[in-house]
């Protein structure tokens, strides 16, 4: 049976005992890789599960989760012959998800940081139980896992059991493009369902993979929109006949936080044989949102480089439990689950990704308004034509949106569990949150760029430099100039569309 998996030219990602880097993660979705276990990760697998297994035959000891009930319920011992039910009724059980499912390639990270954590050999799974993982995630067989239902503790319950509910048989999945249920699936390419054995439902349910999986993207995602920002931000310098000396490298020395010298060299070099930029200016001083674009945007490059190191230390991270260390004769029952440290991280992101489409939309504002020789709302006839006066609107109405979800839903908590999970991250909501602001600091960026573009042709005949004419001129062959009013929805989205795809020096 085929799948709609696009093809590869290279072989599969190996997965060891190390834990993965974003970058590897990257190339693993961007050009579909298909997954393998290392050898080190298959004997520790098979280690840990061997263990757990000799454990439980010499000893009724209870073990949380293993052969006690879950949460509150952990003081409930469970027989022998009902280990293997309790397992199965965990993941039916949690499987409360609700709202919109996820994107498909949050699911396709999920798959994978799922068989990174368990490569460890701390989990006590069967390996069978890995490569089911690793076999759905090389055939694109991807679970319709929902985004609400985690309060970013004790892991990712809800979303993880709609991510396992297939291996049981069980939900439905999205394979071939179409959503279906998962038995439907199974039987089209011969695999039956699995049974789990003690602590397997609660290796699968336990897990940060869902706030991080959020995480990982959203920081390869910011990392170029940073850069976007930075580009986009020297063509509206350029067009609103900006000045060049705010990004001397001086001014920046006797302030040494890093983003802020970087931002200034990228506008330095962006603008480098410019003639607007050089060229005698009637202003002493300009607006904050052009002098201080190394200020914010390096401030916020910053933050993302803390939520980059957040992120791949939990790529890193056994994050279910209990936690199974065979080598020390012990199983620890803890708190890696906890979402803490992702929830403060993404938090943290949503407000540094906001400040770049604030400041964005600022600017916007002043290419509109009609100073420094640019007609209003930057159209030949203002009055007749209302040019690019609602565009800003509709920046100024994602700007707003932007900044009431920056609210940080780590400060938030809630009692969960008859009150044994007692203090919860919210990671889960963070992630979702940051999602929607990162999409909508694209539309923003998007929309500073199609204004730019238009003020920039009013600076003709003088030219900019060669890396924003080209930028520009490339822009221009998916959004034209705008001599008179037109259906702005359109470009707007076709501006979007190569703000997404267009290659970012």
Known sequence: MRSNRPKTTTGPHVIGTVGLKLHELDAILAQRR?????RDAVAAVKRSH?????????SDAPIYGVNTGFGSLYDKSIAKKDLAQLQKNLVMSHACGSGDPVPADIVRA??????????????????????????????????VVYERGSLGASGDLAPLAHLSLPLLGLGEVLWM?????????????????????????????NGTQF???????????????????????????????????????????????????????????LLEGSQLILRRKAQVQDPYSFRCIPQVHGASRDALAYVERVVERELEAVTDNP?????????????????????????????????LGSISERRLYKLISGQRGLPAFLVAEPGLNSGF???????????????????????????????????????AAAAIKTWAVVHDVERILAIELFAAAQALEFRRPARSS?????????????????????????????ALAFVKACPVP
């Open 110 to 143: 999920m798959l994978v940081l799922k068989v990174q954590n368990m490569a460890f050999g701390h989990s006590a799974v069967a390996l069978t139980t890995v490569q089911r993982l690793i076999d759905m995630h090389n055939a694109d067989v991807l679970p």
């Open 389 to 427: 006066m609602i565009p800003q609107y509709t920046a100024a109405s994602l700007v707003s949106a932007n900044k009431q979800r920056a609210m940080p839903n780590s400060v938030d908590s809630i009692d969960s569990s008859n009150g044994q999970e007692d203090h919860v991250s919210m990671g």
């Open 323 to 355: 936690t199974v260390f065979d080598d020390d004769d012990l199983v620890i029952s803890a708190g890696n689950f906890h979402g803490q440290p992702l929830a403060l991280a993404l938090d943290f992101m949503a407000i540094a990704a906001a400040e």
């Open 211 to 269: 706030m991080n999986s959020y995480a990982a993207l959203l920081s390869l995602r910011m990392a170029r929109l940073a850069d976007l920002a930075d580009l986009i931000a020297a063509v509206s310098l350029d067009a609103f006949d900006g000045r060049i000396e705010p990004f001397h490298a001086s001014v920046h020395a006797v302030r040494p936080h890093p983003g802020q010298a970087v931002v200034a060299g990228r506008l330095r070099r």
């Open 466 to 494: 060669e890396a924003v004419e080209d930028f520009v001129a490339d822009f221009r062959r998916h959004v034209p100039f705008l001599r008179v009013d037109d259906v702005m929805h359109d470009h707007m989205e076709a």
């Open 50 to 58: 061997a263990y757990l297994s000799d454990r439980l035959k010499k």
């Open 34 to 38: 298909p997954i393998a276990l290392a």
């Open 177 to 205: 493009g179409k959503r279906m249920p998962t038995a439907k699936a199974l039987k089209a390419l011969s695999w039956a369902p699995l049974e789990l054995g003690p602590k397997e439902g609660l290796a699968l349910l």
